[in-house]
């Protein structure tokens, strides 16, 4: 598991993370990520999860704290590049209807404001 940060064009934060979500040291570096961006003022963050092959429990409350953290703020964070298996995940928990979700970074960006 890796988790990369960067920024991007229009004051865009991006996290990039790979492998697998399922708690510990991985969950750690991807909420280290978000707070980093938290404190740092990013407005807008996009987290990329094309990479990922699984998350758990774990990993979903460290995204809901990502986007707490955002919408508090009236800050933007959304997601792109969830595979199917993950999306699942999502359309069962109906995390679908919390999280800004578009299959491709491109997408993504062209949706912030």
Do not use: P
Request: with cysteine; aromatic share 8%.
């Amino acid at each position: 598991m890796s988790v990369k940060t960067s920024t991007l064009d229009g004051g865009v934060g991006l996290i990039e993370a790979k492998g697998s979500l399922v708690g510990g040291d991985e969950t750690d570096k991807l909420r280290q990520a978000i707070s980093g961006f938290v404190d740092r003022e990013y407005s807008k963050l996009l987290i990329d999860l094309s990479g990922v092959n699984y998350l758990n429990s774990t990993a979903i409350g460290v995204l809901m704290y990502g986007h707490t953290s955002y919408t508090k703020r009236a800050w933007q964070l959304k997601l792109c590049g969830i595979n199917k298996n993950i999306d699942s995940i999502f359309v069962i928990t109906k995390l679908t209807l919390v999280f800004d979700v578009h299959d491709t970074r491109k997408a993504a960006l062209a949706s912030f404001k």
